[in-house]
């Protein structure tokens, strides 16, 4: 049971961390919890050991550095969940050596396909659709961020697709960033920015 061992009975377990708390990653913290769950569950199983790594960082080239370490570090392989894009090269690079490498939920599924476990998210943007057509809605309105990962426009794409099919419009709406908060006459900071949509107009009656 040591990393020095032909086979090691240690791998990399790569979460992608608390990140933002918001009301927008509940769901990202809800998975994450249930996936380690999962993970170390599978290791008591199989007499396995993970050794625990989070991406969170302020700085992308420090969770490169972290879990660098740690895919060089002796382990016979690695689960990851969503690794961060400035990984991509450090993971393909394993992966042409031969290390046992999975990459649950990418962020670029192109990136290593034959590798990654994932969503069809062409077919869940395509469901998306279809049960809204089936409900009998003609007005549609979809809100794009322009910050959205492959995995999410190929789930646009899906969606769009569908309602192209049923003759159906779509107005798309893309929205931005709100603009950092000006400093008031008195030094403070103006915080009431919001988010400022961009794009066509909402559908018409």
């Known amino acids: 049971m040591s990393l020095r061992a032909s086979h090691p009975s240690f791998y990399g377990l790569v979460l992608r961390g608390p990140g933002l708390t918001d009301a927008a990653s509940w769901h990202h913290q809800a998975f994450e919890g249930q996936f ?28 490169l550095q972290r879990v660098r370490g740690v895919l060089e570090g002796g382990v016979r392989g690695a689960i990851l969940r969503t ?8 993971l393909r690079r394993q992966i042409d050596r031969g290390m046992p490498i999975v990459i649950v939920f ?6 290593c396909p034959s590798n990654a476990i994932d969503v069809d998210n062409v077919a869940a943007g395509r469901l998306a659709a279809r049960l809204l057509i089936e409900a009998g809605r003609r ?5 794009q961020d322009e910050a959205a990962w492959e995995a999410i426009r190929m789930r646009h794409q ?11 419009e779509v107005t798309v709406l893309a929205s931005r960033p709100a603009p950092p908060p000006r400093p008031l006459r008195n030094g403070s900071r103006n ?6 949509p961009t794009g066509s107009t909402p559908p018409r009656a």
Do not use: M
């Open 36 to 63: 380690l769950a999962g993970a170390l569950e599978a290791s008591r199983v199989l007499g396995l050991y993970p050794v625990l790594v989070t991406q969170h960082s302020p700085f992308p080239e420090a969770a």
């Open 158 to 168: 899906g969606f769009l697709a569908a309602w192209k099919e049923a003759g159906v």
């Open 83 to 90: 690794p961060h894009p400035v990984l991509d090269t450090q």
């Open 106 to 111: 990418p962020e670029n599924p192109s990136a």
């Open 191 to 196: 915080s009431s920015a919001t988010t400022a």
């Open 139 to 143: 007005r549609v309105l979809l809100i």
